[in-house]
């Protein structure tokens, strides 16, 4: 078991405290992240960029917040100018809220690394099956309104825990997909101090090789940690994956090919405890990989799995070189 440090905690007590309003959409305004994408599981083509056809994220409330919300799905139906065909439109996703004892602390499982086990553990409070429909396609599709009070509540963050998995239940087409945790029904009014995490990260890099594409997620380094191994798959060499920290000035991880999975080690340091890393990703200049969906998660010394927060804690990292002055003696 890890041992959780006053700064650590502190650390993660202050996203909710002093949390950005800019936490709310999913992917992050600072991850410049066209869209999280999840496929239809019927023809199992992994080599499109989903592993496992299901996606986990979760919403923190903070406990101090006591009125309804909702959670707005941006484009929810699989068909149009957004999503990816594979053949011809024939996918249904099932969007699941849940909230309750246990929808993120039962088990390794509740975490919704893979969609087995106890994936869907705590109370289901809301769920809809989206297929072709061009009511919802680039438009919003509201789930709500939730009771804060219905969620888990997490001690650590001092915040309820909510819950949304988007699965694809059928066809082999590709969701292109955002979320929005919101007061309001019909529109996007940030919540202060929320936040959103997961813990496998399935999304949509940039259809651009300009070097102003770079996209970013933040891996949250908690007391305890050692070193941490990032697994991604399916990268299709698309470019440069590089780590910065207030501590390390970009140090370059190896990426995956076509539907394979490629791994690295990063041994962490002091300065980076209580903070979250900065992952970049550069897409390549020489040519242009298109519709390139990629997954990753992260894993600490002890096979646990790393929350990337949508708002990085502590702010987006900046690297702070530990300059030594020197005193230079005057010519004589």
């Known amino acids: 078991m890890q041992v959780f440090s006053k700064i650590s905690l502190i650390s993660a007590l202050l996203l909710f405290s002093l949390g950005s309003l800019y936490s709310q959409p999913v992917p992050g305004v ?71 004892k246990g929808c ?51 001690p650590k963050w001092s915040a309820n825990i909510f819950k949304i998995i988007c699965d694809g239940i059928s066809g082999n087409d590709g969701n292109l997909y955002r979320y929005f945790l919101s007061k309001k029904a019909d529109e996007n009014v940030p919540i202060e101090g929320a936040n959103a995490f997961t813990h496998e990260y399935c999304f949509r890099m940039w259809n651009e090789n300009d070097t102003s ?72 200049r020489d040519y242009l990989v298109r519709n390139n969906n990629v997954v990753i998660y992260v894993e600490n010394q002890y096979g646990e799995n790393l929350p990337f927060f949508s708002a990085p804690i502590g702010g987006v990292p900046v690297y702070k070189p530990n300059l030594k002055v020197t005193k230079v003696k005057p010519k004589k």
Request: glycine fraction near 10%; proline fraction near 4%.
């Open 104 to 154: 993120y602390t039962f088990d390794k499982s509740s975490k919704g690394i893979q969609p087995e086990g106890n994936y869907k553990s705590g109370v289901l409070l809301a769920s809809r099956v989206f297929g072709v429909d061009a009511r919802y396609d680039e438009k919003w599709y509201t789930f709500g309104p939730f009771n804060p009070a219905d969620g888990e509540y997490y």
């Open 30 to 100: 600072d991850e410049n992240i066209p869209f999280l994408m999840s496929f239809g599981k019927d023809g199992k083509e992994t080599s499109w960029g989903d592993d496992d056809f299901s996606q986990t994220w979760f919403f923190t409330i903070p406990k101090d917040y006591k009125e309804p919300f909702f959670i707005r799905v941006y484009d929810p139906d699989v068909s149009g100018n957004t999503d990816e065909l594979n053949g011809f439109w024939d996918t249904r996703m099932l969007y699941s809220v849940y909230g309750g």
């Open 213 to 284: 594409f770079v996209s970013h997620i933040y891996p949250y380094i908690d007391s305890g940690c050692v070193y941490v191994r990032q697994k991604n798959f399916d990268w299709d060499n698309d470019g440069d994956f590089i780590v910065v920290s207030n501590a390390r000035n970009g140090q370059r991880q190896t990426i995956s090919g076509e539907n394979n999975w490629s791994e690295g080690r990063l041994q962490i340091m002091e300065e980076e405890i209580g903070k979250s890393l900065d992952f970049r990703f550069y897409k390549r």
